[in-house]
């Protein structure tokens, strides 16, 4: 997506038509900021997903497939809670600083105060419950490396709204730059700790009941997050206090806990949706492979953990990309609902999701046609067959996790905090219970992945419904009825073609890629959901770029 893309799928201003740009001159600017933002976010989405990648792949690799799915426990627990402070701080402090006119740093202040008791407590709690969680997990292991990250989960918690901060000053370049460098140190600190554990940790990591591996991983993350931090605090600071009256642009802390806290519920709701599936299936595989009497039931749990791990991986990848739609999303919505009214938000929200569906569909579509093949390419041939099956169910369930996602921002972002987290807790409630129902009666292995897979995928698809008409009720507007047929029809093929498409060499898997991508624009373009003036557009995008370059 260019930068011109999200100008004209959010902003008013005809990308083709100069004589569009005199009319609206004022909304072009506020768009084409907009547009560097999106282009700036995307680029450090796809890095994120890129250093993802390569972290998730080289970690099996220098140190097992177990300590892999070991890692994969953790870091399901830690992440409900770290991408909660970590969602919530972004939206509420951006939120209010966009707000705040000439106090921004005053706003920064004010909210900063409020989000280092947050993190205090959060990070105190999940070091608490640290035993209870491996417990029920059937994994003492886990507790020491779930202790370390409530380290993690403290920081991040002072950090976020430090990107909070950037965001609502429509800061996006410098926001992109610290998510690519947290990737990246992030990256650096599981593999090379992990490493390094492996080869001179293992005494420490024996003394507290742990594998060397993922304690190194998990000590590697906290020093990461710190370094991030610190250059986060260089650039932002942490505001300036009040002096004389509060304005009315600056909350009180009770008056901002009143806005985040509804955000905060419904993003531990959205995270829980994201990592229920894994954590219960990870209780089963441990009971299962006890029940079997194995000579080492969690080394066996945690190795068939991983396979399913790398199918979320891929199935993910919808939901990682369309995060840096609603980055900019929603800002924008926000200051839309306030002063260009219900027409311009139904606009906006049109728009950005027909952007969002045929973003979600060009990854769903590789997912769906080569799910072997694309857990191979990045964990190898064994891993595959293990992965695999659950992949080609479970894409088709987070394609439509990522789009409720996407309606839970904009609901979100339209202040109406309490419908999303209503929404989203019943949909948890739904995928807990249909995998509690169903991963029981599976067979140890491969026949657990699948049956999670499967009820996984059935319980966002009934929380997809229920989205669709929830937004639609609220504004009138969410993904084009085209558009999701078009797009549906293009998944549907793709799934089909999974069941049928032949092995071939692991260095083809990004060409084939890239050949599917093709013929799934190509299939908009003959369906019409591309037409003229997207074609129009790209020409302007080209002639604007080609510009640019030679002068």
């Not at 809670?81 to 402090?93: E, F, R």
């Not at 947290?182 to 492996?198: D, E, H, N, P, S």
């Not at 953990?305 to 199918?311: E, F, G, K, V």
């Not at 999974?498 to 093709?518: C, D, E, H, K, S």
Request: with cysteine.
């Amino acid at each position: 997506m260019t930068t011109e893309a999200v100008n004209d799928a959010f902003g008013n201003a005809n990308a083709g038509e100069a004589s569009a740009d005199a009319m609206h001159a004022g909304q072009t600017g506020q768009a084409s900021h907009a547009g560097r933002g999106g282009l700036a976010v995307f680029t450090a989405k796809a890095f994120f997903l890129a250093t993802g990648l390569v972290q998730q792949a080289l970690f099996p690799l220098v140190t097992s497939q177990a300590a892999y799915g070991a890692l994969s426990r953790v870091l399901a627990i830690s992440n409900v809670l770290n991408n909660v402070i970590v969602s919530s701080s972004t939206q509420g402090v951006s939120r209010v600083v966009a707000a705040a006119g000439d106090r921004e740093q005053q706003a920064l202040r004010a909210t900063l105060r409020v989000h280092v008791a947050i993190a205090l407590f959060f990070a105190a709690l999940l070091a608490i419950i640290s035993p209870f969680l491996a417990y029920f997990q059937h994994d003492k292991q886990l507790t020491a490396p779930l202790v370390v990250m409530s380290f993690v989960l403290g920081i991040y918690g002072v950090y976020a709204p430090l990107v909070g901060y950037l965001n609502g000053r429509g800061a996006f370049s410098r926001q992109a730059a610290l998510d690519m460098m947290a990737a990246t140190l992030r990256t650096l600190g599981l593999i090379g700790m992990g490493y390094a554990f492996v080869k001179y940790g293992g005494a420490v990591a024996t003394r507290f009941g742990t594998s060397p591996a993922v304690l190194g991983a998990t000590i590697g993350a906290t020093l990461a997050a710190a370094g991030v931090f610190t250059i986060a605090l260089g650039w932002t600071k942490i505001g300036r206090a009040l002096e004389g009256p509060r304005p009315h642009s600056v909350p009180t802390a009770r008056a901002y806990l009143a806005l985040i806290v509804p955000v905060m519920v419904a993003q531990l709701f959205t995270n829980g949706l994201m990592q229920a599936d894994i954590l219960i299936v990870g209780r089963y595989l441990s009971l299962g492979a006890e029940n079997m009497n194995l000579a080492n039931p969690s080394a066996a749990a945690n190795e068939w953990l991983a396979a399913y791990r790398s199918a979320q991986l891929f199935a993910f990848l919808p939901y990682q990309m369309l995060f840096s739609v609603t980055q900019i999303l929603f800002p924008m919505l926000a200051r839309a609902r306030v002063s260009e009214g219900k027409a311009r938000v139904a606009e906006l929200v049109h728009r950005g999701c027909r952007i969002g569906a045929i973003v979600c569909g060009m990854l769903v579509v590789v997912v769906l046609a080569m799910p072997e093949a694309l857990i191979r390419f990045a964990y190898g041939a064994a891993m595959a067959k293990q992965g695999a099956p659950a992949l080609h169910y479970l894409a088709l369930g987070q394609a439509a996790f990522a789009m409720f996602g996407l309606a839970a921002t904009v609901l979100v972002s339209l202040g109406r905090e309490r419908a999303a987290m209503a929404m989203t807790a019943l949909v948890l409630a739904v995928l807990a219970s249909a995998c509690a129902l169903v991963i029981p009666g599976a067979a140890f292995g491969a026949s657990q992945l699948v049956a999670a897979a499967c009820a996984t995928t059935v319980a966002l698809g009934i929380g997809l419904a229920l989205a669709t008409y929830l937004l639609r009720r609220a504004v009138g507007a969410f993904v084009p009825a085209r558009t999701a047929l078009r797009v549906g029809a293009c998944i549907g093929a793709a799934w089909a073609v999974g069941f049928y498409m032949p092995a071939f060499p692991r260095w083809l898997t990004p060409l084939v890629a890239v050949a599917i991508v093709i013929a799934y624009f190509g299939a908009l373009l003959i369906t019409g959901e591309i037409g003229k003036n997207d074609i129009a557009m790209v020409r302007s995008i080209v002639a604007r770029r080609t510009h640019r370059i030679t002068h």
